[in-house]
């Protein structure tokens, strides 16, 4: 096991051309010889800075999301975050592709007041990582497959924006398969929706510095005490248990995934003090930072 946890990023130069990637699943026999498969070496639980879309047709297997196992089954669609820890140990005759974006590729081109935390899918703690597909948008994503590929080996000025449109129909059938399969709370209240994503989306980047409501609450100009009457009324969760439980899901994941101590894991969580970080630790999960790594190493 590595010391720390393996990270495959996009390069600044993927970034600044694109952020946008489609890959072929290793297991794919290369039939769309324009489409590659993915370059890093993905034989062990890795994380990236962007989004994968993992798109398996015919397939069988295991993927292990954040310390999750979710079996690999033909027509589903699985979606990893950026920074989440995963592992696919998919059948060699699985068939599939890999839709690799980055978030400032979906912002540059959306429209104001659109972004991605307004998709299901964006809070992966609340909702599956995995869909499975009816036949309908199973043919839907096979169509929208073939389309995009016509665009993708296309390098003219506009490849960007049609790549983003594709990518933006996709997500937003995702977006639509989970209201159908895990319906959402509706509300009313749109100020207070774009307050608790405001707030998800600050707390996803500043997470490790920022460990207390008040500091959250002062970038988004309201009060302690509002934020967390907004995001208890709107969650069911108060706004504390979401900061530490941001901050114990990247615990785990280093627990799991990598060799460093507990004392070099609360250094990196930023904790001045190792025995505050296994404190939380066990008041958010019942069991200490050993318990847990023993606990994973076991399964």
């Known amino acids: 096991m590595p010391h720390t946890i393996a990270r495959y990023d996009f390069s600044h130069e993927d970034m600044e051309r694109s952020g946008f990637k489609l890959y072929q699943l290793k297991t794919n ?8 498969h993915f370059p890093q070496q993905t034989s062990i639980p890795h994380c990236h800075n962007f989004y994968e879309v993992c798109i398996f047709f015919e397939a069988s297997g295991t993927h292990d999301i954040d310390f999750t196992p979710h079996p690999i089954k033909s027509n589903s669609i699985h979606i990893i975050a950026p920074s989440s820890v995963h592992l696919i140990k998919s059948n060699p005759l699985t068939e599939g592709f890999i839709i690799a974006f ?26 599956s990582p995995v869909i499975n597909l009816d036949l309908l948008t199973t043919t839907y994503v096979k169509n929208w497959l073939a389309n995009l590929m016509q665009d993708y080996v296309d390098n003219t000025s506009l490849a960007n924006s049609l790549l983003w449109s594709h990518l933006n129909l996709l997500l937003w059938r995702i977006h639509s398969t989970y209201k159908l399969l895990q319906p959402l709370p509706v509300t009313e209240k749109p100020i207070k929706v774009n307050l608790l994503e405001k707030f998800k989306q600050l707390v996803e980047v500043h997470y490790l510095d920022k460990h207390q409501v008040q500091d959250y609450a002062k970038l988004l100009f309201v009060s302690p005490g509002q934020l967390n009457r907004v995001v208890k009324n709107m969650s069911g969760r108060t706004a504390i248990s979401i900061i530490q439980d941001r901050i114990v899901l990247e615990a785990k994941r ?3 995934y990598s060799e460093l101590t507990n004392q070099e894991i609360a250094f990196q969580l930023q904790f001045s003090d190792p025995s505050y970080f296994t404190k939380l630790f ?3 999960t019942t069991m200490t930072p050993n318990e847990f790594r023993n606990l994973m190493r076991k399964g």
């Not at 026999?29 to 590659?36: D, E, G, S």
């Not at 400032?104 to 992966?124: I, P, R």
Request: glycine share 0%; aromatic share 20%.
């Open 29 to 36: 026999q290369l039939k769309w010889t324009a489409i590659p």
């Open 102 to 127: 980055s978030p400032s590729f979906y912002e540059a081109f959306a429209q104001k007041n659109h972004s991605l935390a307004k998709f299901a899918f964006y809070d992966l703690k609340q909702y």
């Open 254 to 256: 280093l627990l799991s």
């Open 282 to 284: 066990k008041r958010r």
